[in-house]
Each structure stands twice: as structure tokens, then as C-alpha cells.
């Protein structure tokens, strides 16, 4: 893909102050952001290039560069000057995205989110389908929490089993839960990395208003993309719910006693923090303790761990983008995790998981590394 956007001087420098860019002014090119980033494991990429295009107005920008930022939160955490580079990044998306230019598979995406409420091309009254078969509620007011399973968990085969283990776990605890099914829509998070406000925007009111109808206070969800729009950029209109990952839901059901973990686990695992859990919201002790509370279970770390997390390569758009070859760095986390002789990568992200099972289909028959939710290994010890 080849894109060019050529902007007058003057005009680009406001155009990306407008789209909430403005800390490029700060960057003083010590190029830290290049040495912690991704995806120079494996191609050459450089923020601190896009950086320092947007002081000079953004006269030109070639090629995919602009798309290739997972949002991973490495370099920001690493800046000394507090340039907000996702912002930068996103500022470029937006001002590419006023101009109708994306990446060819993310037209398809908008179509599906804007007619369906979801990116998978699904249809929205089958959102609730997953459900069907087990006991689960329509949530109505009064009822204790909303889980929330977010789109992959509502359509994707492999992470129906994360949602149909989420309810296993919630019944057994006693909860009081309902589902939203097609009155809910895609929470928006991704598509606003890829510079699509418009439709992000439309997303969250068309959520806010099915909430706020329904009687929601308390949301639980599986997705920390989802957890991190509903806690950090709902906000932004004036909507203000509990959010509650479920690794923290987990924890607090365990310490209060109404989940009782009585069976063995006798594996080695690796825990993998995903960026938006980590990163972004500082949860990486919930889902270790949880992890450590199951008799027998061996958890280990492996390298990039906690704040250095290696990203699965599925953020900022990038779970819709194809990434060549020997360029996904969800190949590096699972040989990551090999390294330590870990029998299972655990994790609690949609995407994190779609990528680690892409990527295990490459692995050498004789490497047997499962990739498992954290909801999927508690299920087994209850
Ligand atoms: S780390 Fe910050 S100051 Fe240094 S080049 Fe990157 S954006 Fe600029
Ligand atoms: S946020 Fe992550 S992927 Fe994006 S430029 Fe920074 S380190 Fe690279």
C-alpha cells in the first residue's frame, strides 16, 4: 500500500494540533522511542521519524508507516520529554481518515461496525447467540453486573470458549449477571486508533444510551480494550459506569470467598500481560494472583515481562491489518514462552489470544504450548 498525503506547511502542523498531536513540539529526537519499540524485533520502523514530520507540518508521509503503530504504550512509558507518540500517530489517522484514506481491509471493517455493531461481518441480532445453550440472564435493572464479552467473544469460535467459561465461573460464584446480546455494539476502542472518530463516536453514544436505558451500573468485561474505553475515553461523554476487568473480578471473588478454587492444576505457565491490561491501566498483579492461588499451578515469567511486555501485535488496528511473515511479534512472545519450557501462555485478551493461536499454528509439532484465557484454566478448578 502506498499512501501519500501531501499538506501545506502551516495547515498540517494545525491539523494536528487539532486531532490532539500538539506534544510533538516536546520531541527532541533522542531516538529512546526507536530502541523500545516492536517492531524494530523485526523491520525497521521509526516513531520518532513520524515525530519529527509532524514539528515540520507533515509535508509528506509515504507508504504504511503511519499504520503500522500497535499502541503498545512502550515508547510513551520510555520518553523523556512526554511526547504523547500514540497521539501523534492517531493525530495522522485522523487528519488520513477526514480524507478517507485507510488501509484497504479496515473499509470493510467500518462497513461492519456501522450496519452491524461489529467488525466480524456478523449479524448484530445473533450477538447473543454464544449464550444459548448455558444459563445466562438478559440483564435487566436491579441485576448485580452486566457482563460484557465484546465482539470476539460473542462471534469468534475460539473465543466463545472464553465467554462460555466466563459464565461457567460467574454461576458457580452466585453472581447476579446478564447479558446485553444485540443491544450492545462493539465498545469502538480499535477503530478510534485507526483514526476513525466519527465512528468511534457513534459507537459509544448508540453503548451509552443501550446502558443508561438498561439500568447499568456495574460493567464486567473479557476485553481489556473494551475496559480501557469504557473507563478512560467514556468518560469524555460524561458517562461514567464501574468497569471491571474480569482478572480483578476474579481476585475479588477468590478473596471474598464465593469462588472457591478445589481442584489441582499441575502445569507450567507463563503469564502474558496484554499491552491495554498492563500498560495502559497498571493491572499486572490481578491475574498473577489469581494464577497463584490454583493448587499446583507453576507460573513462571518470561522475558518483556510486566511494563515490558511484548506486545501480540493486535492493538491500534493492527488485529485488522495483515502483518507479513516473520514480522508478527506474537511468533517472538511464543518462542518467549518456549524458552521458559512453559506447558501453557496464559493470558486475558481477545486479541492477544487470536494472535498467540495464529502464530501456534507455525510452531514445530514437536512444541506443545497451549494458549489458554485465564478464564479457561479457572473454569477447570472449580
Ligand atoms: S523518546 Fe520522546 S523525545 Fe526521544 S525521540 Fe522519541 S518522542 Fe522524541
Ligand atoms: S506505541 Fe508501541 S508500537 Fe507504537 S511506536 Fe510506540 S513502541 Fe512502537
Known amino acids: 500500500m502506498t499512501l501519500e498525503i501531501v499538506t501545506p506547511f502551516k495547515e498540517g502542523i494545525d491539523a494536528i494540533k487539532g ?4 506534544t510533538f ?14 517492531w524494530n524485533r523485526v523491520r525497521n520502523f521509526s516513531i520518532r521519524k513520524i515525530v519529527r514530520q509532524s514539528t515540520f507540518g507533515l509535508p509528506e508521509i509515504e507508504g504504511e508507516d503511519i499504520w503500522l503503530c500497535t499502541t503498545c504504550g512502550r515508547c510513551p512509558q520510555r520518553c523523556p520529554r512526554g511526547v504523547g507518540t500514540i497521539e501523534v500517530g492517531v493525530s495522522l489517522r485522523r487528519i488520513a481518515a477526514e480524507a478517507s484514506i485507510f488501509p484497504g481491509p479496515i473499509n470493510t471493517i467500518r462497513a461492519s461496525l456501522a450496519t452491524e455493531g461489529n467488525p466480524l461481518r456478523e449479524e448484530r441480532a445473533k450477538r447473543g447467540d454464544w449464550a444459548k445453550n448455558l444459563s445466562v440472564k438478559t440483564f435487566t435493572e436491579g441485576m448485580e453486573i452486566l457482563y460484557f464479552p465484546g465482539c470476539y467473544p460473542s462471534y469468534d469460535p475460539r473465543l466463545k470458549k472464553v465467554a462460555n467459561a466466563t459464565v461457567n465461573i460467574l454461576n458457580k460464584a452466585g453472581v447476579d449477571f446478564g447479558i446485553l446480546g444485540s443491544r450492545e455494539n ?18 459509544a453514544r448508540e453503548n451509552i444510551k443501550s446502558f443508561i436505558d438498561n439500568g447499568v451500573k456495574k460493567i464486567l468485561v473479557t476485553s481489556p480494550h473494551c475496559y480501557h474505553t469504557f473507563k478512560n475515553e467514556y468518560p469524555e461523554f460524561r458517562a461514567n459506569f464501574e468497569v471491571v476487568h474480569i ?8 478473596n471474598e470467598g464465593r469462588l472457591k478454587l478445589t481442584g489441582e492444576y499441575r502445569r507450567k505457565i507463563t503469564y502474558h500481560d496484554p ?27 518470561m522475558a518483556d515481562s510486566r511494563e515490558d511486555s511484548l506486545c501480540c501485535g493486535g492493538g491500534g488496528g493492527r488485529i485488522w491489518m495483515e502483518t507479513a511473515k516473520g514480522e508478527r511479534f506474537s511468533d517472538l512472545r511464543l518462542d518467549q514462552a518456549l524458552e521458559v519450557h512453559a506447558d501453557i501462555l496464559a493470558t486475558c485478551c481477545p486479541y492477544c489470544i487470536i494472535n498467540f493461536e495464529d502464530s501456534k499454528l507455525a510452531l514445530d509439532e514437536t512444541e506443545t504450548l497451549e494458549i489458554k484465557d485465564i478464564t479457561e484454566i479457572i473454569q477447570e478448578v472449580i
Open 186 to 203: 462493539c465498545c469502538g476502542e480499535s477503530i478510534r486508533k485507526t483514526g476513525d472518530e466519527e465512528l468511534f463516536k457513534r459507537l
Open 25 to 38: 513540539k516536546f520531541c527532541y529526537q533522542c531516538g529512546l522511542c526507536d530502541t523500545v519499540c516492536p
Open 275 to 301: 499491552c491495554y491490561l498492563g500498560r495502559h491501566n497498571g493491572i499486572y498483579d490481578e491475574p498473577r494472583e489469581v494464577l497463584k492461588s490454583v493448587h499446583g499451578l507453576d507460573l513462571i515469567e
Open 247 to 254: 482478572s480483578q473480578y476474579l481476585f475479588q471473588l477468590i
Open 19 to 22: 486531532t490532539g498531536g500538539e
